[in-house]
């Protein structure tokens, strides 16, 4: 491997992290609106607070940026090593240090992350677009069906393993999605107290 690709080898998942906390919610809404963000409806960095508290126009842009987070450092890790068994794991490892700078973002801390969802769905989205908008179809029908974003959410990230294992037939890639998935259910813990309470609001 030539020195400027090993260079970008190692230097990859790191960035990946750094890009991964960059927390646009918290952004975009102190740029354009007076709201707390981490102070207001459900205290979430994520696109759906953001939607709810800041407007649906901040909303999309916070999604949107999430997103590309994931999207971005995946991308360039798959143009970089390519695909196969050992590529793979170095596709897994990229993925989840970009979704694991939502979670705990370096910029705040290690706190106050978002729940993961949109930068797992732009992970995936640069190696497999077929299992996320599969995903997302799941999401769409479980929002219509309850109402509610987090048992999207929730159902999309539980069938995310599922879809890459038959988008790719990668072990790898499975894995990291169900370990992602795994993390998003984690971090939805108190979503699940609500569903079970009755309390989760709907949309």
Same mark, same amino acid.
């Given at each position: ?11 990859? !998942? !790191? ?7 960059? !927390? &646009? ?25 953001? +939607? +709810? ?6 909303? $999309? *842009?916070?999604?949107? #940026?999430?997103?590309?987070? #994931? ?42 992350? #978002? ?7 732009? *992970? ?19 929002? *219509?069906?309850? #109402? +509610? ?11 995310? !393993?599922?879809? $890459? &294992? ?9 894995? *990291? ?5 795994? &993390? ?20």
């Amino acid at each position: 491997m030539e020195i400027s690709k090993f260079f970008q080898f190692i230097i990859l !998942p !790191p960035a990946a992290y750094a890009l991964g906390s960059i !927390p &646009w919610g918290l952004v975009l809404t102190r740029m354009f609106t007076s709201v707390d963000l981490r102070k207001t409806g459900s205290g979430n960095i994520g696109a759906t607070n953001v +939607r +709810r508290t800041a407007g649906t126009l901040l909303g $999309v *842009c916070t999604l949107i #940026g999430d997103v590309l987070k #994931g999207a971005a450092p995946v991308w360039w890790a798959v143009h970089l090593v390519g695909r196969g068994t050992a590529a793979d794991v170095y596709l897994a490892l990229t993925a989840l240090c970009a979704f694991l700078g939502h979670l705990y973002p370096v910029y705040m801390r290690f706190r106050d992350g #978002g729940k993961g969802v949109a930068t797992a769905a732009g *992970c995936f989205l640069a190696i497999s677009p077929m299992a996320v908008v599969t995903a997302l179809l799941v999401f769409i029908l479980f929002v *219509c069906i309850t #109402g +509610r974003v987090s048992v999207g959410s929730l159902a999309a990230t539980a069938f995310l !393993p599922l879809g $890459v &294992w038959k988008a790719v037939g990668s072990a790898p890639l499975a894995v *990291c999605a169900g370990v992602i998935g795994g &993390w998003v259910w984690w971090r939805h813990r108190e979503n699940l107290r609500r569903l079970a309470a009755g309390a989760e609001p709907k949309i």
